[in-house]
């Protein structure tokens, strides 16, 4: 996917970054919740619940910065397996933040989609990320993707069975999939390509996220802990972003 032709502010010289790159799609895996919570000596939900105020500036901050899809890595399909309690914390906050978020989010124009294996989630919880996505369907100005409950082996897996299914049926041909129409397949399907991945807290890998969407976009991995997160430093991973020149494989001129 290309990017548009913006400008942003690098915040760490207060300068303007002239006619910088900015990504059309940002995606984010939002880490560090636990440690910023440890560090303070109190309980991870708490770390989730200040996780939630992030993704609020985070939001914000894409908006503002002309970025026209965002995606977050919110709840992993692996986060299953965490202890009872802490899941119960975070499905709690899920349904929390559907039920006081999303008014807000439609009312300022931001299209929320799921993607993921919601069936592990309460039937309410997937009636309303049902409702959520049926009422922001309209909107344009941030197209913004939630992975909950997902995995990226678990989603190139389940492509690859949709693909076989369809041409056991006879409804295609095999020999006819290529990198070209295998992500129709994919949950999801009609989003672009990120062109710029942001992992927080310090750690420097992709821990199943995106895997076939992210093949050609740049990385960025910060120290900062997800729940400290804030506009300057998205605006600086954009910069990042805007300095680096992309050739896709090419030879080097």
């Known amino acids: 996917m290309r990017a548009s032709s913006r400008s942003i502010v690098d915040p760490r010289s207060e300068t303007r970054v002239a006619d910088a790159m900015v990504p059309t799609h940002v ?5 560090g919740n636990g440690r910023w919570a440890a560090s303070r000596h109190l309980p991870r939900v708490a770390g989730h619940r200040e996780g939630a105020r992030a993704l609020r500036r985070t939001i914000e901050a894409a908006i503002g910065c002309g970025v026209s899809w ?11 397996r965490r202890p009872a309690g802490e899941v119960l914390d975070l499905t709690g906050l899920l349904r ?18 799921f993607i993921g294996d919601r ?4 039937e309410d919880i997937q009636r309303d990320l049902q409702t959520a996505e049926h009422d922001t369907a309209g909107n344009a100005r941030l ?4 992975a909950l409950s997902y995995g990226a082996r678990a989603e190139i897996a389940a492509a690859a069975r949709a693909i076989a299914e369809a041409a056991q049926e006879g409804r295609l041909v095999a020999s006819k999939i290529d990198e070209a129409s295998f992500p129709a397949f994919l949950s999801t399907a009609g989003i672009p390509d990120p062109d710029l991945v942001i992992r927080t807290s310090g750690e420097q890998r992709l821990s199943n996220f995106l895997l076939w969407q992210a093949a050609y976009a740049e990385l960025v991995f910060l120290d900062v802990l997800w729940p400290d997160f804030c506009r300057d430093d998205f605006e600086a991973a954009l910069a990042d972003f805007a300095r680096r020149e ?5 030879r080097p001129g």
Not at 27 to 31: G, L, N, R, V
């Open 27 to 31: 995606a984010i895996i939002m880490d």
């Open 70 to 80: 965002l995606t977050i890595y919110a709840f992993s399909s692996e986060n299953w």
């Open 96 to 113: 929390h933040y559907l039920r006081t978020e999303v008014a807000e989010l439609n009312a300022n124009g931001v299209r929320l989609r």
């Open 119 to 122: 069936s592990r989630f309460d």
């Open 143 to 146: 197209n913004l993707t939630v």
């Open 246 to 250: 992309r050739r896709f494989g090419a």
